[in-house]
């Protein structure tokens, strides 16, 4: 399918807008400070969808959820669909937007006209992680070996990480996306319904069919999303969290969902937050807190380990009640306080650096967020960091175009210690999957994001730090990862 001109273009445009892909245009934004999760939502993977589509959706998502994030008015969804109809426009010009193509020709013709790359240059946009580009499957985690811990399965292309808890009696799996940009527990009820018509797909439910332990509180919650609305009712059953039993759990089930929850592609059937209850909509503790609170963890922790999908060794890994020390180098163990006051998870950036030289950029801070893909910085601090990167180029809209082949590093320093990214992980994808060593779609954009000095960072930074949040301590720790 074309992507450019004329009805097919509108049609496409349309189904951007009002179908599943990104119907975060859905819901109007909200000033209401208390209205401020946008956890990570899976992205409709399409294979006639360009990558520089894709960048949209991740940007016009990234800023969504951190104007709620800071209780700003984020951008109208006419500027949203602005930027999107503009990326269109000038993507329509391209010839090889070849997204549609066979995984395995495009794997065949690349390694067939390989450039070989320069010896100390990245060898291009990893192959490993085309299949996640563009079918969008998730990749199981091996079992973690430590204590307390869950794997972390790789949604995509390093899009989202999913644990697998058990709920009510007999116990359950659920798939369940780990959000540390919000503070909600929900899954998916017995008779949701799709907001978009129908049921919630071909994912697990729970309810008092399948549950004993089932009691509804009488309470419902609601809590809107970029991309619309979950809605439910808070109850009570017995959830399971890496072997940690919490029973009488209060937590939500969703009995109405968005397409972008409810969706068989949907690969989680739930989203756990694991930010501070301070910005809960259903104003209950955390799992996290509650497993503290009951001590079956000595404190309130939550550690990540954010594996890359290229790496091939699926050792995502999310740990409770403690760090695993097995996990990171601990010379290179960092600690500072939390900056945000609403209960995200915020650190000073004392410096921001490409190839080892300081762009200059002071009094910047860092919300970590595993619910988000990119990094989203403000404008001027993003084309100060791609000004370093030999070969970028912006793209007009925010976005910026860097060669498959970049050898650049780029540094944020928190707590005095440097943390590289390494510049695989500066590719978000390759413009034209026929050549993974042509351009690429760069994974630092801009945004409008409010505050001049508030960078939006998720992981694509957070890929290249052991990540760890401390609620009883108020901070944050981050170490290099083994
Ligand atoms: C890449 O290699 C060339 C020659 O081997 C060297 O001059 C250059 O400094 C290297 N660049 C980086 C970023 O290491
Ligand atoms: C999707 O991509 C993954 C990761 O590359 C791959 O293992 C899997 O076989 C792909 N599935 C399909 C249906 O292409
Ligand atoms: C339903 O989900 C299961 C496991 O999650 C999967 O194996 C199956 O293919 C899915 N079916 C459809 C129709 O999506
Ligand atoms: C979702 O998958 C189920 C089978 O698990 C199937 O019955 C249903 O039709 C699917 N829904 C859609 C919208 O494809
Ligand atoms: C891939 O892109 C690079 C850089 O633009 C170009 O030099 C090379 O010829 C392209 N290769 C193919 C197979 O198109």
């Known amino acids: 399918m074309r992507l450019v001109n004329g009805s097919s273009f509108l049609l496409l445009l349309a189904s951007l807008l009002f179908t599943r892909p990104i119907s975060i245009y859905a819901s109007p934004v909200k000033r209401d400070v208390n209205v401020v999760t946008v956890p990570l939502k ?61 995984h395995h020709l495009l794997l065949k013709k690349n390694v067939e006209n390989d450039n070989p790359p320069s010896s100390n240059a990245t060898a291009g946009f990893p192959e490993a992680a085309l299949g996640g580009v563009v079918n969008g499957s998730l990749t199981p985690a091996v079992i973690p070996a430590a204590a307390n811990s869950l794997g972390l399965d790789i949604e995509a292309h390093d899009v989202g990480y999913i644990a697998t808890i058990q709920a009510g009696t007999p116990p359950r799996n659920f798939r369940v996306l780990m959000d540390s940009g919000s503070a909600d527990f929900w899954i998916g009820g017995e008779g949701c319904q799709s907001q978009g018509g129908g049921n919630c797909g071909n994912h697990t439910l729970l309810g008092p069919k399948s549950s004993s332990s089932f009691v509804e509180s009488g309470k419902r919650f609601e809590i809107r999303y970029g991309s619309g609305t979950v809605e439910g009712n ?32 949907t690969t989680f059937d739930g989203v756990m937050g694991l930010a501070k209850s301070s910005v809960s909509q259903q104003m209950v503790p ?53 900056v945000n006051t609403q209960g995200f998870w915020e650190g000073d950036i004392s410096s921001v650096a490409v190839n080892g030289k300081d762009l200059g950029l002071n ?49 944020l320093i928190f707590g005095g210690m440097t943390f590289d990214i390494q510049p695989i992980d500066l590719l978000f994808a390759p413009v ?10 760069s994974g630092v954009s801009s945004g409008q994001i409010g505050d001049a000095n508030e960078w939006l960072v998720g992981n694509v930074f957070l890929k290249n730090a052991y990540f760890s949040t401390d609620i009883a301590k108020n901070q944050i720790s981050l170490a290099k990862p083994v």
């Not at 009488?248 to 969706?263: I, P, R």
């Open 286 to 338: 955390t799992p996290v807190e509650a497993l503290a609170s009951n001590a079956l963890i000595s404190s309130a922790i939550t550690s990540y380990k954010i594996s890359r999908l290229s790496d091939d060794t699926n050792d995502g890994q999310i740990t409770f009640g403690c760090l695993d020390y097995t996990k990171f180098d601990p010379d290179t163990l960092v600690t500072f306080p939390n």
């Open 432 to 441: 034209d999957v026929s050549n993974l060593t042509g351009d690429c779609v």
């Open 363 to 411: 009094a910047r801070t860092a919300i970590l967020d595993t619910g988000t893909t990119l990094i989203i910085a403000p404008a001027e601090d993003a084309a100060a960091v791609h000004a370093q990167i030999p070969g970028s180029k912006s793209d007009g809209d925010g976005g910026f175009i860097i060669p498959c082949t970049t050898n650049a590093v780029m540094s």
């Open 234 to 265: 808070l109850v009570t059953d017995n959830i399971n969290i890496a072997g940690l039993t919490l029973n009488k759990h209060l937590f939500g089930v969703a009995l109405s969902e968005t397409v972008d929850f409810s969706g068989n592609s």
């Open 42 to 102: 899976r992205l409709q993977q399409r294979t006639d969808l360009h990558p520089t589509v894709l960048l949209q959706q991740h940007i016009n998502r990234g800023h969504r959820r951190h104007a709620r994030m800071t209780g700003r008015r984020g951008p109208s969804d006419e500027t949203l669909a602005e930027n999107l109809y503009k990326r269109f426009n000038r993507i329509g010009t391209e010839p090889n937007h070849a997204f549609n193509r066979r």
